[in-house]
Nanobody
Framework: QVQLVESGGGLVQAGGSLRLSCAAS?????MGWFRQVPRKEREFVAS????????LYADSVKGRFTISRDNGKNTVYLQMNSLKPEDTAVYYC??????????????????????WGQGTQVTVSS
């Protein structure tokens, strides 16, 4: 059993930045960030391989968001720059613990993850 705890959300003006953190209680392999707004499905944001050497981003955040990890601290980060009002959502981190293989196509689906955090609210005002 792995617990994931997100932090770093909050209220920011458009154009501003936030950094989300997700601390895991145990070993994880691939990690991902998703976001969700009311009455919509959970949306893929970014994923990262176990080593941190490979990443994938949704087109909507490419060039603005950066996912990274520190395996020594069992923590994954999401640096969000140039934030837009449409980035407003609850952000969730997710962990895959079954295999060190990184398949970015599969990891864009929430079904590929084994554990989820509780979510952190990000609100971007215009």
């Amino acid at each position: 059993q792995v617990q994931l705890v997100e932090s770093g959300g909050g209220l920011v003006q458009a154009g501003g930045s936030l950094r989300l953190s997700c601390a895991a209680s145990g070993r994880t392999f691939s990690m991902g960030w998703f976001r969700q707004v009311p009455r919509k499905e959970r949306e893929f944001v970014a994923s990262i391989s176990w080593s941190g050497g490979r990443t994938l981003y949704a087109d909507s955040v490419k060039g603005r968001f950066t996912i990274s990890r520190d395996n020594g601290k069992n923590t994954v980060y999401l640096q969000m720059n140039s934030l837009k009002p449409e980035d407003t959502a609850v952000y969730y981190c997710a962990a895959e613990v079954r295999s060190p293989s990184y398949n970015p196509a599969l990891l864009a689906s929430p079904n590929e993850y084994d554990y989820w955090g509780q979510g952190t609210q990000v609100t971007v005002s215009s």
